[in-house]
């Protein structure tokens, strides 16, 4: 089946570990984004990549890092220099369609001890 | 980056109650997307508006956008249990970016 995967679901780190979150898409979609959302708050954006080898800060940069290796695969690293970690992640990507709308995957929980 | 405030940020409904929700804009949309959110899961994509003044109805969920392009509405009509979650408005003014509202948490009573 066509979808984004994000793993793991559920992550629990002790304060100062990097962490990384895996996102892997089969859509053939050249846009890949990241999100982060906590409890009663929207999405705030935090990297995106438009194609391979190329990415741009969002507005929540600091602390995290992405890789852009693959057109499949949009990791993001969640580093100890991140003050407050614990959220819920969400990747998606962009489709080709004229509507533009982004497609999601189910989401990362990280929990920091 | 653009901003998008929604209201209200949560609502309980009894079920059959019709409900609106507001998405507003500091600047004018020049794509209006809606999503909803399940508790803990990932966003489904709901609707897309372009044209001011444009309508878009599935099921009983309505969107419409103002003909200023700055303000969005979603309306849902006799709610159901099953429209419970968080309600997202989104817009993509530059090239690839893509921003998010605060969001509207909906709660249908049976």
């Known amino acids: 089946d066509g979808g984004i995967t994000q793993s793991p679901k559920y992550l629990f780190r002790k304060e100062g570990q990097n962490v990384t979150l895996s996102c892997e898409q089969n859509l053939n979609h050249d846009a890949m984004y990241w999100y982060r959302q906590d409890p009663g708050q929207g999405l705030r954006l935090i990297y995106y990549?438009?194609?391979?080898?190329?990415?741009q800060k969002g507005d929540i940069a600091e602390g995290y890092s992405v890789s852009r290796e693959k057109k499949e695969s949009f990791p993001l690293t969640v580093t100890s220099a991140q003050k407050n970690p614990t959220a819920f992640y969400l990747c998606?990507?962009?489709?080709?369609?004229?509507?533009?709308?982004?497609?999601f995957g189910e989401g990362s929980r990280l929990t920091v001890l | 980056s653009q901003e998008l405030e929604q209201s209200p940020q949560s609502l309980i409904v009894q079920e059959g109650k019709n409900l609106t929700i507001n998405c507003t804009s500091s600047k004018t949309l020049y794509g209006l997307y809606w999503y909803k959110q399940k508790y803990g899961e990932g966003l489904i994509f709901l609707m897309m508006?372009?044209?001011?003044?444009e309508e878009k109805s599935h099921e009983k969920i309505t969107a419409k956008l103002d003909e200023k392009k700055q303000q969005s509405s979603l309306h849902i009509t006799a709610s159901q249990p099953s429209h419970a979650g968080i309600y997202l408005c989104?817009?993509?003014?530059?090239?690839?970016?893509?921003?998010f509202g605060t969001g509207t948490s909906l709660t249908v009573i049976p």
């Open positions: 989104g817009a993509s003014p530059f090239g690839n970016q893509f921003y």
């Open positions: 990549s438009q194609i391979v080898n190329d990415f």
């Open positions: 508006l372009q044209k001011g003044g």
């Open positions: 998606a990507t962009k489709g080709h369609r004229n509507t533009g709308e982004l497609f």
